[in-house]
């Protein structure tokens, strides 16, 4: 699916105006409603609440491994916790938001180009535009940092969890779009990123492949001593 979405945005790229044009009608005047608002800010600011539980995770774990020497359960969340952390700095954090943003194809945001009452030309997806310098719109921090929801899905070995996270990513992308900060191709690029990443980080921690295991709950959180 990723060639096939690729090919796609290649060869038709007027599909990114065709999708913002939807919410354009002299401005993105949907950008302003409470929910989009909402939506907008909180997940500009959740990374920190994750990186604060996973954290506390890793150092609970590393602690109760040190006081009950290598008891399986806590091994199990901060292999888990370790997985999540890493994943979130790397990708939503390094790749996206970083790298990809800053220092990639230099695109246009979509309020920002000309068809749509700025001064800037559209690029294609995947084409070098050097037109925005940094913090540009290929791809979504947004909905990069909702889709790393599926990251769950690893952990705790339930397809369901993926299913989530790309609905949420979904949703988040789409409010992005209606404000007319990304194009759809953005939000698809961004699933991809964070897709290929998560994987490939589950790999490096050993954790089972979601797509060729049972929905079933690999991590269940350790039993606290009542003493």
Request: proline share 4%; with cysteine.
């Amino acid at each position: 699916m990723f060639f096939v979405t690729t090919i796609v945005f290649i060869l038709w790229p007027e599909i990114d105006l065709s999708v913002s044009s939807t919410f354009y009608h002299h401005g993105f005047n949907l950008a302003a409603q409470p929910e989009v608002v909402f939506i907008y800010r909180f997940f500009a600011k959740i990374h920190f609440l994750w990186l604060l539980i996973l954290l506390a995770l890793l150092l609970l774990s590393q602690w109760q491994l040190i006081i009950k020497r290598g008891a399986s359960n806590w091994h199990k969340l901060r292999q888990a916790s370790g997985y999540l952390f890493v994943s979130l700095l790397l990708v939503p954090g390094l790749l996206v938001n970083t790298l990809l943003k800053n220092n990639t194809t230099g695109r246009a945001r979509p309020g920002d180009i000309t068809i749509f009452g700025g001064d800037l030309p559209f690029t294609a997806p995947l084409t070098y535009s050097g037109a925005c310098d940094t913090n540009c719109s290929f791809v979504s921090g947004h909905a990069a940092i909702a889709f790393f929801t599926i990251a769950l899905a690893w952990v705790f070995g339930d397809r369901r969890w993926y299913v989530f996270g790309f609905a949420l990513g979904c949703l988040v992308g789409l409010t992005r779009i209606m404000q007319g900060g990304h194009f759809l191709s953005d939000v698809v690029f961004a699933y991809w990123v964070v897709h290929f990443g998560c994987q490939w980080l589950a790999e490096c921690f050993r954790l089972d492949p979601i797509f060729h295991s049972p929905a079933t709950t690999a991590y269940p959180l350790p039993q606290l001593s009542n003493r």
